[in-house]
Structures are given as C-alpha cells and as structure tokens.
C-alpha cells in the first residue's frame, strides 16, 4: 500500500511539471503588421461597417441610401 501512494505522489509531480513545461513552450501568437480600418456606425440602425463604405449624410453616416433617406437625411452639402 506504501508502493502506491509513493506511485501516485510521483506519478502527480511528474504529470504537474509536464503540463507546465507544455505551457510554457507555447509562443504568443506573431504580431501583424495590416493596418486597422476605420469603422463607422449606421445612424439608423447601428450596424458597424468600414468608413470607406459608408454613405455620408448631414446626420452622420449610414450603411445604405434606404437607410440615409429612413433616416429623412440629405446628402452632406
């Protein structure tokens, strides 16, 4: 029965200082260099979209005409 326990103490420091080293060994993943975009959000209904796609209006931007004209909103002047 002491067999055991000494079995199973060992067998858990060993199982413990595997599972560290593993974690250990793992690298952070790599950096990208790609630039963010701006985002925008549709004033009437609160979607996010890129800004370069956004239509503009004297209220804000909106991520559709329909949307810009629900919104009674005009083009930007």
Known sequence: MKFLIWFLVIFLI???YT???KSASK???PLT???TQDMARCA???IHLPRDE???GEKG???SAEHRTAAQD???A
């Open 61 to 63: 931007d909106y991520c």
């Open 54 to 56: 956004a239509i503009r």
């Open 44 to 46: 009437h209904c609160g």
């Open 27 to 29: 690298s952070p993943p």
């Open 74 to 76: 005009r083009n930007p």
């Open 33 to 35: 260099n790609e630039p």
């Open 14 to 16: 060993w199982w413990a």
């Open 19 to 21: 599972r560290t080293q």
